[in-house]
């Protein structure tokens, strides 16, 4: 492929954006019918709004919740042997990501000049570890829920209590990452990035200037006839 200016470079497949989107619909899913499980909705009113009244339903919620659990976890399950399988590791932490992360936000506000970047930013990747493993807290604790729940066995208080704690830990740690996650955007120069997570491709000149790592790699990739 010959890359100009025009050109749109593919950097999402389409199991990257099954993903991400089946991952955002389950998350959302959950917390919604997450906070169904408190007296929220009904203490403020919420179930009177036009439609919302099962919002106040616990059983609605509950199965609604596990519901969301069940497709979160085929998600991740997925997403982790995909992968692995693949050896696809570009959106993992490296060493000195936090530096570079840093760089990237003072070039940021400053305007300066951001250090050269791979496929991922560097805070891309630690967002990713963030989100990920907040959600695979939820996961763990939300099955020893279940069981508990489900199957009538004897499980100790301590663990009972501890997977409750962590699990609502985690609710707000993943809430408080998607939401950076989101903010991310109120960065112009991000805002280049979101046409990839629906099409999957992004432009050629956006990439070649802010992620001149990963173009270069590309090229070479081209040069010798290889596929993206």
Known sequence: MSMNKKEKIKRHSFSNRFVHWFAALSIFTLIISGIGQLPFYKRYNVTKLPY???LGDYFSTLYLHYLGAILLLFVVVYHIVFHVLRREY?????RGDLKESYQIIKAMITRGKEPPSDKYLAEQRLAYVFIGLSILVLVVTGIIKIIK???GLNIPFEVIAWSTHLHNLATVTLIVGILGHLAAFIVKENRHLI???FSGYVDADYIKKRHSIWYSKLLKKDKNG???
């Not at 570009?90 to 490296?94: A, E, L, Q, T």
Request: proline fraction near 12%; glycine fraction near 6%; aromatic fraction near 6%.
């Open 149 to 151: 729940n489900m199957s």
């Open 195 to 197: 046409p990839g997570m």
């Open 52 to 54: 919302s009244e099962w």
């Open 90 to 94: 570009d959106i993992v932490p490296r």
């Open 226 to 228: 290889l596929s993206d």
